[in-house]
């Protein structure tokens, strides 16, 4: 069964090192999945003003969603920022997650990869991460963990990995996320 991804990138910089580790992941996944990067940099920040009643909501949100809701899973590849989640994730986490009783979360099987050009490799912002996803009720793969070190040693000048062992372990949390998906997905 064809399944999609909605892939939320922590980071909103062009050359970010953990968007090319989602590219690079999509690349050598089985064909089955299929996967989208989900954009959050133009998600207003979450405000509850902006919504209920006869309130319209801002439009990025409802197809951001939309989007997610779309979607058979979702997988998070993220930055640490202090040790924690960006801010910009953190803001799509909970846009994502309202109105009450509608989150666009709720039940999709995910997975967590956190990815730092320090040698902690995210750990910080990935646990933090899986706090929240306790709460949203999404089933995370637990392993193998992905915590990806030093990433801006992986890459060569035209953006693609160069790193066997890294490519190894993308090939294999990658057949242990689509039998997750298959596991959990809804339908
Ligand atoms: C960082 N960085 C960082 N790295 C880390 O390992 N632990 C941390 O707590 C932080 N904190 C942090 C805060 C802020 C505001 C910035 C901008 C950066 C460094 C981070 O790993 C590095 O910038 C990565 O390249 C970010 O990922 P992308 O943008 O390449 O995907």
């Not at 133009?42 to 979607?71: C, H, M, S």
């Not at 750990?123 to 949203?136: E, Y």
């Not at 035209?158 to 997905?185: C, H, M, P």
């Amino acid at each position: 069964t064809t399944r999609t991804v909605a892939v939320i990138v922590g980071s909103l910089r062009k050359e970010s090192f953990n968007r090319k580790i989602a590219h690079a992941l999509a690349a050598v996944a089985p064909s089955t999945l299929k996967f989208e990067i989900v954009e959050i940099g133009d998600l207003p920040f979450y405000n509850q003003d902006l919504e209920g009643g006869e309130i319209t909501p801002p439009a990025a949100w409802t197809a951001f969603r939309k989007q997610v809701k779309a979607a058979d899973a979702v997988l998070f590849v993220t930055p640490e920022y202090n040790r924690s989640v960006p801010a910009a994730l953190k803001n799509a986490i909970d846009v994502g997650s309202r109105p009450y009783g509608q989150s666009a979360w709720s039940g999709k099987p995910c997975g967590v990869i956190s990815s730092s050009i320090g040698a902690v490799g995210g750990f910080g912002a990935n646990h933090h991460l899986r706090q929240s996803l306790v709460f949203l009720d999404m089933p995370v793969l637990q392993q193998p963990e992905a915590y990806i070190g030093a990433a801006d040693k992986l890459f060569g000048a035209d953006g693609k990995l160069n790193n066997e062992g890294t490519a190894s372990f993308l090939k294999k949390y990658a057949d242990a996320f689509a039998a997750w998906v298959e596991t959990n997905a809804k339908g």
